[in-house]
């Protein structure tokens, strides 16, 4: 496991984006599942800043989870991706491959574990990712893995139907099989309110199996957490 911290939240987006790139310099093409969330939002604003100019006709885009809501809803992680990166970019649209959260929850879930079979290369007899970025929530959830259904982590389908424990939201999540078997997996965790999820899982305490972001362990070993110095505050 490899351990970025930076100072700020800013500094983990820029201290991502040099790694981000950097792996894309030894691909022709680079398959990336992206997460919603805080940090992601920051790391979208500077590349669509700053990265003009990468080839983005390399990049493939497409979705760790998904909230079952329109894309036009304030709620999607796609809406969040096009408005802070998509739209500023200039990418290919058979590029960008996201999950249809308007679609019946169950339907979508088999329709992409579907694209992700035919679009993605396989190894060891599941799709493989380049690069899976993940968020962790204040509970410790991954990708749409909540704690309460942490079983859907062991899911035989590649995606999953998964609900919010509190406002009882539908999502389309990627489960643990697809996740564990990515060349590359980055976690970008930012934030106080992930500090305790954080030393639980980094110092292996008490329960800390029950947080389904600590079951990452990617079979390529090539894990690497990206944390700010609130978020990292209890690591030892
Ligand atoms: O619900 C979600 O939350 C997680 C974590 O987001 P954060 O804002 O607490 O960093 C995110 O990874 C996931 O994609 C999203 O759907």
Not at 101 to 106: C, F, L, R, S, V
Not at 119 to 134: K, M, R, T, Y
Request: contains cysteine.
């Amino acid at each position: 496991m490899n351990l970025h911290t930076s100072d700020t939240k800013k500094g983990v987006a820029e201290n991502f984006i040099t790694f981000l790139i950097d792996l894309s310099k030894t691909k022709d093409t680079i398959t990336i599942a992206l997460s919603g969330g805080s940090t992601p939002k920051i790391v979208f604003d500077e590349l669509a800043e700053k990265y003009q100019d990468l080839d983005w006709s390399k990049f493939h885009f497409y979705w760790g989870d998904e909230r079952c809501v329109p894309p036009t809803d304030g709620d999607s992680n796609y809406k969040m991706t096009v408005d802070h990166l998509l739209s500023k970019i200039n990418i290919p649209l058979e590029n960008i491959h996201r999950i249809k959260g308007e679609n019946a929850p169950k339907e979508e879930a088999e329709r992409y574990s579907n694209v992700l079979e035919t679009q993605l290369a396989i190894e060891n007899g599941v799709p493989q990712f380049d690069l899976i970025i993940l968020g962790m929530g204040d509970d410790g959830h991954t990708a749409s893995i909540f704690p309460h259904e942490i079983e859907l982590w062991n899911a035989t389908h590649w995606c999953e139907v998964a609900t919010h424990p509190d406002s009882g939201q539908k999502r389309v999540s990627i489960t643990g099989a697809i996740i564990n078997n990515a060349k590359t997996v980055a976690f970008l965790v930012t934030g106080d309110s992930k500090k305790e999820k954080v030393k639980t899982i980094f110092n292996h305490e008490d329960s800390y199996l029950q947080y389904p972001a600590s079951l990452v362990a990617p079979t390529s070993k090539d894990l690497h957490w990206f944390l700010d110095a609130s978020a990292a505050a209890g690591v030892e």
